[in-house]
Structures are given as structure tokens and as C-alpha cells.
């Protein structure tokens, strides 16, 4: 019997909302087709959107959206994308696929999603091939209320007050097709593009982040928290006029992607064998260590974790479905989707006093996806079941929680898992949320929970549970979905039940 | 994969990187006869998609397929009913 020992008296600090953000970017059908129709489309839509995507959207309580990239934001120049749509620069996106982009969908339509989804703002500004003045306008067209040029010209298309930007990417993955920078030279970058990012309202400040790492190179972490947050130069009233301005950084950001078969040869998201699935799980785990190493060197330059490590790509990278466009990036989304998410939200909600915000990659059509489309046809994933599943966990409180009896599991040497992957959290009304994975696709695993001194009242529990590569289609959506799930006894002390081999359970206890 | 600078619409693969769908025709030639449709049929529906806005350099915006493929498939459809 494993044993999973929750302390409903120990907080340990808060799961910000954000760390169950979403990702879209001009890529394959994610934008265009995924989530934006157009006005004119048979598809029923909201000035565009789609409403059956934001609908369904919606029911994930989507925190926050970052936009437009990804690779693509280095290369976004927002003036292609705001006026007239018929006078919009047409081009065509040489990051992704060589698709035609038509800058129908820019900064108003982003806007108008975020406020139809009811979500913060995540824009990913330019600093691989843009300028200091272009994102200074950008930013003074979204959020300034003064009357200067750039602001008339916003009002003149339409938008009269501004719009808050809550967070700003200053480049992004500015060691790859973000510019390949080293790391200082991205950090003196940073600095200058940041100094000239105003706050046009003081009571909303624009939280910043700098292109963090990629995977485990801990030297540019290193490197960038140390020349932004340290070095002085000839300014040492630098830290006062950040703080005056507030203007300090707020996030690192950090890109992992889980590639069971490594960057090259990808396999297909639905074909597996049981070795894949244990390389993928492990592969997912180590994000548990990546967060450890790369937040001990962020703790020596800042201890209080005023600055968050965004996890604002992650997710499975498998190779795109056959016959569709190789650069697009669609692939399908089976159990083993649902048990990365799984797991790799209970690692982010543990370590939530650092993971400030993630942005799974991405919302629809691309990678590990929430939502496919086709056409007129929506589907949901296995991946947007789980992130439904854990929706209680955000802005709850993290409680102590730690199993007793994990075993390590694998069907290769190197690639070794722990079996159970669990959070557990409380919200503000006193609803305990508990997140269970068991990765193991064979072996079911009794199971009790115990409180520290909760004798529960109400308990009521979500299961998703299927084959390792069960996935869903268009012409068989609901193969993969949530059942309520029943078959467990409430002690005085918690909960006993058995968890199922491949498998996620939400417990709600009161 | 190259991307020519201009895009070609309503055009198939063939027409716009023949090496490409030199791959794609080796691709779709090992598939099982019985999972395809007759060359009669295939033919319609290439056609069909040569008249639609969705179809940019091959490629079936709707559905991100390459048509030539899609189009082969006894269980596709075109992903806006055009085609059954």
C-alpha cells in the first residue's frame, strides 16, 4: 500500500494561475484555422474567433496567453499586423512551413481573444531583428493613454483606451533563432531594449522577461541574472531608478521540450512501444531537476524569488502527422500526452515558490495541443482533459504532500521513473485539490491518502484512464475522457483507493 | 525543404517542388491498394481542391494535409465537405 501523506496545515506557498498558461504563435494552423476564422468564415465565430475552440478554451480557465512567438516573435514587426486587414503586409513565415501570413490576425485580434478567453496578456516582443524604437511603440500603442502620435494612430483603428500588457518576453530564445547571442551579449541587449519599455501606468507595470535558458545550460542563467541583476557598470543608482520605474525583471524564462527519441529522429506522437513511453516519462521528469539547478543559481543572485522561472515552452515534441506540412508541427495527443501534463504540473505546482508562470506549447494544433481542428471539426485532447482535471490548483495554496513507497520503473537501464507523481493543494474556500499520476502502464497501485488531522466530510474524484497510445479523432472524439470516479472508501483519516496503471486522478476533498 | 519567395494557390505539390513530391509519391505508393481510392475519384478530388482558396502550395490550409495525400484515402474527407 503506497501511501500519500498530505498536511492540510502546512502552505507552502501559492500556485499562481499563470503556471497553467497557455502558448500560441504564428505557426502551422495554430493561429489561423485553430483560433481565428476570420469575420467572414462559415465557422461559427466572434469577430473571428472561433467559438467553439473559446468555448472549450474557457473551460480551462486559461490564466494567461502568450503571443505571438516563439521563433516567430523575433521576426514579427507589429506594424504588419495593425490598420485596414485588406492593406495588412502580406508575407510569408519562412520560421514556420513558408505558409502565407497575412497579418489578419495581429495585436487588436490578440486582444480581442484574451478578453473573450477572460485571460492575462503575454506578449513576446522583437529583439532578434527588430529595434529599440520598435518595441518602445509597440508598447506605447498597447498601453499608453497619452496623446501622442502612436496612440492616435491605435485610436484611429479602433481602440480607443488601452490595453494592459501584464507580461513582455524581451526576445525570445535569443541563444537560438532569437539572434544566437551569447549570454552576456543578450544580457547588455536586454538591459537597453528594457530600458526604453515604459510604464505608461504606474498602477500596472509591465512585468519583463529575459530569454532564459535552453534546457540545462546553466551557464547562461548564470551569465544573465548576473550581468541584469548585478552589474551596476557606471550606474549605481541602477537598482533605485529600476525600482522607482518599476522596470525590474520579473521572469527567466525557460524553453524544455520532452523528445523521447531524441531532436532528430522524432517518432510519431501515436506509435510507442512500452520503452518509448518510459523514455518519454523520464524524459518529462527531468524538468523536476532542471528547475532544482537552474533555481539554486537564480537563488544567489535572488534569494527573496522576486523573479520567476517561466516555463513558457514545454511539452512533447513528436514528429508532425504524415502527410501534413513537416514545419507545421501537428501531431496527435494520446495518454501519454495526458501523463507528461500530468506530471509535469504537479512538478511545477511543487516548485511554484520559483515556477512563477508556464506556457504549455501549444494551444491548438501544434504540438502538445489542448485542441485539433479540422476544418468545421473540433477535438479535444488528452492533454486539455488534464489541464481541466487541475484547474482547482490554480491560485490555491501548495500543501506538504510526499508518497511513501514510490518505485522506480523503466523498461531500459537509462531510463528510469519514479511510478507516482502527485500535488496537492488548498483553495481559498477549503477545498483540497489532490493531482495523482500513476506512469506505470501495467500495474494498478493501492493507494491511501492521510491527512494530518482532516477527518473527511466530502470527497468526490475525476478519473483518466485509458490504453498508453488511446487518443482521440474527428470521427471518434471521446475515447479519452473524464469519468467521475467512485471507487474508493473515506477513512477517518483520508482516502483508500486504487489507482489504475496509466492513469490521472483529481481527489476534491473537503 | 526550400520555400520559393512567391506561393503558388490553388496548385498542387507537383506543380510547386517536384522533388518533395517525389517523396510524397513513394510514400503514397506504399500504401495498400485497399486503402485507396481509384484513380477516378482521386482525380475529383485533386480537382475540387485546384478550385478552393484553402489550397496554397499544395497544401490544404484547413487541415495542413498535402492534398495529393489526403485526397488518396478511402477514409478522408475534405476537412470543409467539398469532397466525401
Known sequence: MKKLFINENNKQGQIKAEIYGQFAEHLGRCIYEGIYVGEDSEIPNINGMRKDVVDALKELQ????????????????????????????KMINTTWGGKVE?????????????????????????LGSGTVQEMNEWVEYMTSDAESPVVEERRKNGRQEPWKVDYLGIGNESWGCGGHMPPAHYAGEYRRYNTFVKNYSFDRPIKRIASGPNGDDYNWTEVVMDTILNDKGFAPEYDWYQEMLQTGLSGLALHYYTYPDGHVQKGLAT??????????????AFIDELIEKHGTIMDRHDPNKKVGLMVDEW??????????NPFFLYQQNTMRDALVAGLSLNIFNKHCDRVHMTNIAQMVNVLQA??????KKMVLTPTYHVFKMYKNHQDAALLESYVDGIEVIG?????????IFESASIAEDGTITATINNISITESADMEILFAELKPEHVKATILTNKMDAHNTFDNPEVVKVEEFTDF??????????LPACSVITFEVR | MEYPNRICKRCLLKEVDAEYF??????????????????????????????????????????????ELRGIMKKNKCPYDKWL
Open chain 1, 370 to 375: 489542448m485542441i485539433l481542428t479540422e476544418g
Open chain 1, 411 to 419: 523498461a531500459e537501464d537509462d531510463f528510469k521513473v519514479a511510478d
Open chain 1, 102 to 126: 497575412d497579418n489578419s490576425f495581429g495585436t487588436h485580434e490578440f486582444f480581442e481573444l484574451c478578453e473573450q478567453l477572460g485571460c492575462k496578456t503575454y506578449v513576446n516582443a522583437n
Open chain 2, 22 to 67: 517525389e517523396s510524397l509519391s513513394i510514400y503514397i505508393n506504399s500504401i495498400d491498394e485497399d486503402l485507396k481510392v481509384g484513380n477516378v475519384t482521386y482525380k475529383e478530388r485533386l480537382d475540387i481542391c485546384q478550385e478552393c482558396d484553402k489550397l496554397v502550395d499544395g497544401m490544404c490550409s484547413g487541415c495542413g494535409c498535402y492534398v
Open chain 1, 315 to 324: 511539452g512533447t515534441w513528436f514528429a508532425s502527422e504524415p502527410g501534413t
Open chain 1, 62 to 89: 486559461v490564466p494567461v496567453l502568450r503571443w505571438p512567438g516563439g521563433c516567430f516573435a523575433d521576426e514579427y514587426h507589429w506594424r504588419d499586423g495593425i490598420g485596414p486587414k485588406e492593406t495588412r503586409k
Open chain 1, 489 to 498: 472508501t473515506v477513512t477517518d483519516r483520508g482516502v483508500k483507493f486504487t
Open chain 1, 271 to 284: 506509435e510507442f512501444d512500452k520503452a518509448g513511453w518510459y523514455r518519454t516519462m523520464t524524459k518529462a
